[in-house]
């Protein structure tokens, strides 16, 4: 289920489809195998031409979906006609309504101090979801071994089925892919500034100028 875009693969279905995917595995599959998952925009697509080791990472993942409108646009001129943006933010939310009555634990890891926090009281509070089995806030640096060991203990203990990571690409990849090594779960998700955006702390771009592909624009003037 992808197209390739610049030699890396972006899902080529819809929210929906992406969404159904993952909630099914939680609820269904007893393995739990670490699948990783991206929320790739222009920017990591660029990135990982320009760097080799980035590139092998976001092809090493289980589902890079396409965050931004410009890798919709060259997908579906590739022929993928039913492929459709998979915004980071968006594809949280859906994941967090769709789940809320079901046995699925999230784990929050990234941000600030004290956002992790502010993201599992937003999800109670907006997505009627309180299935927060715990919340983490990396430090700037990169982690130690010992770190993501003692990281990677804490969220077995809390039996959690999927990993939220919001930092920035590619750091945000690259820690998916390290936490993945001392973890059990479904999934780890990597979804940007999904974080800043439901806690309010960043204003989100109005949906038309999602949809025209200015949204950097956007961001860049805030």
Not at 21 to 45: F, M, P, Q, W, Y
Request: aromatic residues 12%.
């Amino acid at each position: 289920m992808s197209v390739t875009i610049f030699d890396v693969p972006l899902f080529d279905m819809s929210l929906s489809d992406a969404v159904n995917d993952v909630v099914k595995i939680c609820h269904e599959d007893n393995e739990k195998r670490n699948r990783l998952i991206s929320a790739t925009g222009a920017h990591g697509l660029v990135y990982a031409q320009r760097n080799r080791d980035f590139f092998e990472t976001l092809n090493r993942f289980y589902m890079n979906l396409p965050d931004g409108v410009p890798g919709v646009w060259l997908g579906r001129f590739k022929g993928a006609k039913q492929m459709e943006r998979c915004y980071g933010p968006d594809f949280f939310a859906a994941v967090m309504e769709r789940s809320t009555n079901l046995s699925i634990k999230h784990f929050f890891c990234g941000g600030k101090q004290g956002v992790a926090e502010e993201l599992r009281d937003a999800t109670a509070r907006r997505f009627n979801n309180s299935n927060c089995s715990g919340v983490y806030a990396p430090p700037f640096r990169e982690m130690t071994h010992e770190e993501f060991r003692d990281l990677g203990e804490v969220i077995n203990r809390t039996n959690s089925d999927i990993v939220w990571v919001g930092l920035s690409t590619p750091k945000q990849e690259r820690f998916a892919e390290r936490l993945s090594q001392y973890v059990r779960v479904h999934f780890i998700i990597s979804v940007g500034a999904a974080f800043d955006f439901h806690t309010g702390r960043v204003k989100q771009a109005p949906r038309f100028i999602q949809r025209s592909g200015l949204e950097w624009l956007f961001r860049l003037l805030m």
